[in-house]
C-alpha cells in the first residue's frame, strides 16, 4: 500500500513540469513579448503597493524579469534592481524600456555575497521569493539590515513546508519543497524567529494561496487563458483564508528596528 501511495504522488509530482510549460505558453499564446508565469499577467494590485510612497528608494532582490520592479515604479522614487543572471537583467531591462520605464537600475548581483550598496541607503526592500534560493539565508539577512534604513520596511514572500501536501510527500520519503532549487522552506514560527534575529518587528505574516497538487494544472490552463486562471485564483485564495495553515507560503512585511545613528 505504501509502494501505491509513493507512486501516485510520484505521479502528482511529476505534474510540476506543466508550471514551466505554462511559462512558455504565454509567450507562444501572445499574451506576453517574454516567457514569464501566467501569475504576473493577471492585473492585481500587489500586496506591498501600498505601504510604499513617492519618497521610497527600493531594492528588489533577485527581481527576474523584472515584473515587481515595473509594478511599483509609478509609485516611488527609485528602484535598484538586481538578479544574478546578466541574460535576466537584459531582457528585465528591455521591458522597461518598452513600457519607457526610466526610474529602475537594473543590475547583475549575486545576493550570495555582501552587496554593493552603502548603509542605510535603501527605505524598502522587496524579497520575493528569494531567500529560500540562497544557501547563506543569514549573509542575506544582514545585507537586507545593513543597506536598509532605520524603521525601512521589509517585504517577504516565503515558502511554508507544513502544508498537508508537503507532508504527505515527506511521508512517503520523497523531495518536498515546492521547487527543486529551494535550499529551505519555513514554518511560520521559524519565519518570525528568523526577523526577529536581525531585528525586525513582524508586522503581519499573511498566507497566500492553497497548497495543492493540482497547482501546476491551473498553471498550465493561464498559459491558455489568463481569465480561467484568474478564477482558479481567486477560489484558491478564498480557500486559503479558511484554512491558512494549507498556504503555499506567506506574505511577510517587517519594520527594521536598528538604532538611527545620531
Known sequence: MRLLNRNVILTLQKLQYLSALSIRLTKITGKSKYPIHPKHLIKKTPWYLKYLSAKDIVLDMGCGLGQHSINISPKVKKVVAFDISSKIIEIASRRASDEKIKNIRFEAVNAEKSFPYIDNFFSSVLCLDVLEHLKNQNLAMR????????????FLSLPNRETSWKKLQASVGLFYYSDYDHKREYTKGEIEKLCRKYNFEVKFVRPVVLDMPLAPVFDLIGGFSLTVYKKLLEWKKRKVLK??????????YAINQKPVAV
Not at 545585507?143 to 521589509?154: D, H, N, Q, T, W
Not at 484554512?243 to 511577510?252: A, C, D, Y
Open 143 to 154: 545585507e537586507i539590515r545593513r543597506v536598509l534604513k532605520p524603521k525601512g520596511k521589509l
Open 243 to 252: 484554512n491558512p495553515q494549507e498556504s503555499v507560503g506567506f506574505q511577510i
